[in-house]
């Protein structure tokens, strides 16, 4: 259990600092958030500094293109962003890089309106 309380306090502190941190958050070529859906969750793609986003864009084959994005607190793209997304959402900073977080939606980290009961006790 020692070990899964670490887990959890280091988690607490990384979401704490998110949350305080301005990141860039894309836009698709329509001018939509860009967001990823997997297993039944849309996922806001943020990226933590220009590097960042220009590898995921060169991973996703659009590097070409000229990226728009809008920097915003982690706590608004939680608190406001999230819930205005249909159905569950979460965050995931740095997709695809080796230093990608992801910040589902569960309680904690979004509104508990929006967040996702996983069932767990205790």
Do not use: K
């Not at 910040?103 to 006790?121: K, R, S």
């Amino acid at each position: 259990m020692h070990a899964l309380a670490s887990a959890r306090r280091e988690f607490a502190i990384l979401l704490g600092e998110f949350r305080r941190t301005a990141v860039l958050v894309p836009f698709d070529p329509y001018g939509s958030l860009w967001t990823a859906d997997q297993n039944g969750v849309r996922w806001i793609c943020a990226f933590s500094n220009e590097e960042a986003l220009a590898r995921f864009a060169q991973a996703q084959g659009d590097g070409d293109r000229e990226w728009t994005y809008r920097t915003i607190l982690g706590a608004r793209l939680l608190d406001a962003m999230v819930p205005m997304l249909p159905g569950p959402a979460g965050v995931a900073l740095d997709a695809g890089s080796t230093n990608g977080v992801l910040f589902p939606p569960v309680a904690g980290i979004v509104p508990d309106h929006v967040a996702v009961d996983l069932g767990e006790t205790g």
